[in-house]
């Protein structure tokens, strides 16, 4: 596998979208590629951070005028 | 009384009341408009209530209508949601992907590790509007290739390439900053 192939890869498997075949190609590739491997690294830990900042909590106003509107329908 | 369908059917769509509200303020960027964003999503949810099959994709159904809801009332009000893309960005937009990944990986780039809140907002901000999407909706939203490509009408492969392409932007926004923070060129 080339570091472009390992590249479209790993972005696949942090989407959960990369077929459960290809991913020993993937991991055997970043286990002999440091570069990979870091890069890998980053994306993933960028996702989570997104992830985690990114949650909200619909404002109580807001779930009252919703349970409003679907009550009353 | 309510029929055991309408009980139901509002069991399904309440519970993506917060992914929801999330989705509206990554659109409307404020609690107010984002708020009646989410009114008029499930305003129209209900109204399409009978093309809805019990038990299938809500989250994926809401979505849709919230977004149509949104792109509806920007046109109305004569307004494109856009990102703030700049010329190097634009640049980003419109290269291959294998062009793009020649240039990194940067593994000289250690300090990511330290990204911040207001970072994340303002990489997001600046990427545009249709890889700000899909990002969200796949990283944040947690949605599948396939649920985006219907969320946003466009085909798999699309999606595929505005994730790729998207998150690639974003890092290297991400590293720019920090290397200018931390005093490099």
Known sequence: MTCEDAHLNMHDYISGELASEHHKNLMDHMDECPNCQEYFRQTQHIQTTMRDFMQYEAPFELQTAVSSILANA | ?185
């Open chain 2, 1 to 185: 009384m309510k029929s055991k369908r309408r009980k139901s059917f509002e069991q399904e769509v309440l519970c993506h009341l917060d992914r929801l509200y999330g989705y509206a303020m990554h659109l409307c960027r404020n609690n107010e408009d984002a708020s009646d964003l989410v009114q008029d999503t499930y305003l129209n949810a209900l109204k399409s209530e009978k093309q809805y099959s019990l038990g299938t994709n809500a989250g994926a159904w809401l979505f849709t209508i919230m977004r149509n809801t949104f792109l509806n009332k920007m046109r109305k009000m004569s307004r494109k949601p856009t990102g703030m893309a700049g010329e190097w960005i634009e640049q980003m937009t419109r290269e291959d992907i294998p062009e793009l990944i020649k240039h990194g990986p940067d593994p000289g780039v250690k300090c990511l590790d330290n990204l911040l809140k207001d970072d994340i907002s303002r990489a997001i901000d600046n990427l545009p509007e249709e890889f700000r999407d899909a990002v969200v909706l796949c990283d944040v939203q947690g949605f599948s290739y396939s649920d985006i490509a219907k969320i946003l009408d466009i085909p798999i492969g699309t999606v595929r390439s505005r994730i790729h392409r998207g998150r690639f932007i974003l890092r290297h926004l991400l590293a720019d900053w920090e290397k200018v923070a931390m005093g490099g060129g």
